[in-house]
């Protein structure tokens, strides 16, 4: 299989998981306690943090070397735009909601809650990306079997960490009374744009091939983005204690040693 393949099937995992997510809708009947929650987001920001640097960064700026590019200007240009093209998305897309809301076009559900549909939604896009991007490099060099642990590696961590935010996304409708149906459906939806993103990003990387560090810094940056605006920012208004640091620490060392170890 080709790595526009392995991006699909890849990002389809990930979809799935936060599809299970969602299906908590159907089992339980209480919010995710806030511990927990924080505990998942920290653990999110810890996977996409470490995922960046090894998965992305460093990779992309081997591959710039490869190609003999300037690799600091590449992957701070491609860094620079990934944080600029997800600022501008992330304001317009929250602002776009904020203005159904107050219309009265969407009714039932909080203003918090669309934001953090919007939040995921939009995080979600990169990290398609991330995994797409991280595929199609290891198909373009099938002598360095590490690259294509990695990519598997990147997949699993994005994977666990959709699990809880499929859920996070599905639960609050619950609780605005959306029907079990229509949250479970809104939630796995929400990572719909993983897929699409992936593939995308893997078919221009495969055609393209010197634009492959700019994309990888990309959505490197993209993440990172993320988890400072939204992943921990969110975990730590409930957080009394340490746990997101916790969860935080723990997500980065399991992304690093799967990085690692399988590579």
């Not at 409708?173 to 079990?180: E, I, N, S, W």
């Not at 940056?221 to 640091?245: H, R």
Request: proline share 4%.
């Amino acid at each position: 299989m080709n790595g526009i393949t392995w991006a699909l099937l890849g990002t389809l995992f990930t979809f799935s998981v936060s599809t299970l997510g969602a299906m908590n809708v159907f089992l339980i009947k209480k919010e995710i306690s806030r511990t927990l929650s924080c505990l998942f987001l920290g653990f999110a920001g810890g996977v996409m943090i470490a995922a960046s640097v090894w998965s992305l960064i460093l990779p992309a700026i081997t591959r710039a070397e490869s190609l003999n590019q300037i690799a600091p200007l590449i992957v701070s240009v491609g860094f620079i735009l990934g944080v600029s093209l997800l600022l501008f998305a992330d304001g317009r897309f929250k602002a776009y909601y904020t203005k159904r809301l107050r219309k009265g076009e969407i009714r039932n559900i909080k203003e918090s809650t669309m934001m953090l549909i919007a939040a995921i939604t939009i995080h979600n896009i990169p990290e398609g990306m991330a995994v797409g991007l991280s595929f199609a490099l290891a198909l373009s060099q099938p002598d360095n079997p590490a690259l294509f642990s990695g990519a598997v590696a990147m997949a699993v961590g994005i994977g666990i960490q959709n699990y809880p935010e499929g859920t996070a996304v599905a639960l609050p409708l619950l609780t605005d009374g959306v029907a079990k149906r229509k949250a479970f459906l809104i939630g796995s939806a929400s990572a719909i744009v993983e897929p699409i993103s992936g593939v995308s990003a893997a078919v221009l990387a495969t055609f393209i091939t010197p634009v492959m560090p700019l994309l990888l810094s990309f959505a490197a940056g993209t993440m990172i983005y993320v988890v400072v605006q939204e992943l921990l920012p969110e975990a730590q208004k409930y957080d009394d204690g340490k746990i997101t640091t916790l969860g935080f620490i723990a997500g980065f060392l399991i992304m690093m040693i799967l990085d690692v170890s399988l590579g």
